[in-house]
């Protein structure tokens, strides 16, 4: 028997999608920055305030601004568009003015104010307040007349 | 006969017609639901917000439907950010925002 013909590799429909596939892929180094991309959108919400107000900043946002164009120009637009969402996400988040020093309630100068004394209400340790005054801590009622 | 220009061209063939199904959908979403904080999502998004497997389907399904249309990729990521951010806000402290 004459075996000195040449083998032909023989390819299912499947293995021709696979390598395909394979050969359409982006380079491991785009990927590996697209899943960066996704767990940065998904876990958006614990990124720290600094960082959002630092994006949110002129030079964050002209850099976020820049970073989107260059994704857009090397990596393409679906790329870019993740990109986009995640820097929107980043600086929707941020502060926009500062509240450590806002108060809710204000005396206006008619009210004597209080300072802080003791614990910290349930309500304040459960929302994170950090309150430094109390406009007033008596409430005026009347009675309901039918 | 005038044609639309290529970008808004959605052609007739089934796959079109899906695609221009979609955008369609996703307009009416983004109008009645994502441009209003006011308006409430049903309570099954609210519920799944804090789940993140729930948060990375959201973000393949803009991905994969960024990789079939561009047109409804691009809505759908008006949608995606507009759920996402909304929920941010909803969770997030009083006090912090």
């Known amino acids: ?146 | 006969m005038r044609s639309w220009p290529s970008f808004l061209s959605f052609q007739g063939t089934t796959d079109g017609v899906f695609r221009a199904v979609a955008v369609i959908l996703a307009g009416v979403i983004i109008v009645r639901y994502s441009t209003l904080f006011e308006e409430e999502y049903s309570k099954k998004l609210t519920a799944l917000y804090i789940h993140p497997w729930w948060r990375i389907l959201v973000v393949l399904l803009l991905l994969s439907s960024a990789i079939w249309c561009p047109r409804v990729g691009i809505l759908v990521a008006l949608l995606v950010f507009f759920y996402l951010s909304d929920m941010n806000t909803l969770i997030t402290p009083f006090s912090d925002l």
């Open chain 1, 1 to 146: 028997m004459n075996t000195s013909q040449p083998q032909q590799q023989q390819q299912g429909g499947v293995i021709n999608s696979i390598n395909l596939f394979m050969m359409n892929m982006d380079s491991p180094a785009t990927l590996i920055y697209g899943v960066l991309l996704i767990l940065l959108i998904v876990y958006s919400s614990i990124i720290p305030s600094e960082y959002r107000t630092f994006a949110d900043s002129l030079l964050g946002r002209v850099l976020g601004i820049g970073i989107v164009y260059g994704v857009v120009e090397t990596l393409g637009w679906v790329y870019g568009l993740l990109t986009a969402i995640a820097f929107l996400l980043i600086i929707n988040g941020a502060t926009r003015i500062d509240t450590s020093m806002l108060e809710a309630f204000d005396g206006g100068g008619t009210v004597s104010e209080k300072k802080i004394i003791g614990k910290k209400w349930f309500v304040e340790r459960v929302l994170g307040e950090n309150p430094t005054k109390i406009a007033t801590d008596r409430v005026t009622t009347t009675a309901v007349e039918t």
